[in-house]
């Protein structure tokens, strides 16, 4: 599982940081998520191919989550892309994208699905044989989700020395890393346990950005691989949360902890910080495992 | 006469390149001339003053001039504006522009006038005391106007010993500047023509982008101080020119040549080619004042 932080500041885009936007790779699958002015240049930047992204899930409409989709379908249009694009966003989302398609008369050439959301508890919007994305309702100014996307449980583990040591045919190997038992030759009934380990865990990865503080989503969360979870604001700017809906290091540590999340990542950083380290020393003081988004920022779990 | 490139490449940002926008500073006037995306960067990365910017010019509302608005007109409410922005371009774009803010629950603060031009000929839309904004319609793929800046003729030029030698008082600088003659107290007539020369010469400025090879504009622009004309293709590709509604390198030229305009100035440059030099290479061989523009290049006049 990949993370490229492609953008993971707050409001606008400025000479050297980025609006909301990242990119995941889980499973072979690329997911971006949000897409705020300038993330197909980031993504240029950062060498993510183009042609690899299928899903774009858009957390909500505010301009520095957003305002990047229109152009960005329109760059996929002028490389000649063919295959379809999934876009996944809140109501309200495909009018803006189609009236400016309309108006500029460049409708594409490779089909583009809109799947708006309106749901307010969380929803399954994707799935197939490996991964599922499930929305998170987060509680913003506007309406808003996060997304948690988690590998599918794989195959159990075949224990190579113990399937040999019994003599097993190759061909049985794909019906006991399902799970089945062996009847050997001689009727001896080897049970599954004995030749597999559990299937290795399953990674998953929660992006919650932008919401005010909220354990409602404490369950669904829970356990998660890695958090990314906004951060707004520093104790000194707490007042602050409330009113806008965002959070702060602190609170958002409390999530993380509360959550018994493996690693927490900070990001959505009010522009007016210079320096982001103090995000992970504030939350430090509740949580242990924490890291700082930045732009260009890859991490691997 | 100042204007700076804040982009002049076509089609689609990239990571050393924007899409089209530049800023005319004339007459304390500082105009906006399309608004590609990442325009607010550019913006600040040439350290133009957000609040100075009054009136916005959209050419044509394909998205490499046009996509960086709504950010550019967000930013402007994030930063606490309240004075009036005024925008002008085709029917379309206040729609374009408040679905944008109303799906983000943005309004601005600041009140936002659209001028939306629909006119298929030369149309006054902005005028004052010191400055006019003429539309220059452009033969383009859609509807697309360029725009002539030009400053109104100033007063007389004061030749100050001559007025000194009749011993004029002060107080009649003003209306002698304005084209008065003077009766001195002897009853003697001093014709303005001996206190004055004719105003300096006013400048200014044809922007056009993005257009196919048409004369139909020359008269209108005719000894423009500068043009700014599109040069998407060079010779080798000219063959794309009509196809995609542009114009060569040496079609901006000849317009330039015909209409014998100060200096030429080549941009929208189509991103295939690596060396922009031989853009003036080419027009060269038809016009001598040729420029190319590159981001982040001032030019003053």
Redesign the interface.
């Known amino acids: 599982m990949k993370l490229t932080i492609l953008g993971c500041y707050s ?5 050297f940081t980025n609006p909301t936007s990242q990119v995941l790779e889980i499973n072979n699958h690329i997911f971006l998520i949000d897409c705020g ?2 993330t ?2 980031a993504l ?2 950062n060498k993510v191919k183009f042609s690899r992204i299928k899903h774009i899930f858009i957390s909500h ?3 520095d989550h ?3 989709l ?2 960005l379908v ?2 996929f249009r ?2 000649g892309r063919d295959t379809p694009l999934h876009i996944y966003g ?1 109501q ?2 495909k ?2 994208i189609t ?2 398609l309309k ?4 409708w594409t050439d490779f089909p583009l699905h809109f799947h708006e959301l309106t749901h307010t508890g969380p929803e399954i919007i994707f799935e197939d044989e490996k991964v599922t994305v499930q929305t998170i309702p987060l509680q913003h ?2 309406y808003c989700n996060g997304f948690l996307f988690r590998e599918k449980p794989g195959e159990r583990q075949l224990v190579l020395s113990k399937v040999q040591n019994y003599d097993i045919d190759i061909a049985y190997y794909r019906s006991i890393k399902k799970g089945k038992d062996v009847v050997l030759e001689n009727g001896e009934v080897i049970p599954n346990s004995e030749l597999t380990l559990d299937p290795r865990p399953v990674k998953s990865y929660a992006f919650c950005s932008d919401t005010r503080y909220d354990e409602a989503k404490i369950e669904q969360i829970k356990e998660v691989t890695v958090l990314y979870h906004e951060s707004t604001f520093l104790e000194s700017h707490k007042h602050l949360c409330a009113k806008t809906g965002h959070s702060s290091a602190i609170e958002a540590a409390t999530i993380a902890q509360k959550a018994n999340v493996g690693t927490l990542i900070l990001g959505h950083y009010s522009t007016r910080y210079e320096n982001i380290e103090i995000f992970k020393d504030e939350a430090n003081t509740v949580f242990d495992h924490v890291e700082v988004a930045d732009d260009g920022k890859v991490f691997e779990f």
């Open positions: 409001a606008t885009p400025r000479t002015e300038g197909q240049v240029r930047r409409l505010h301009g957003f305002f990047g229109i152009g329109s760059t002028l490389l809140p309200g989302i009018e803006a009236l400016q108006l500029s008369n460049s100014r506007v």
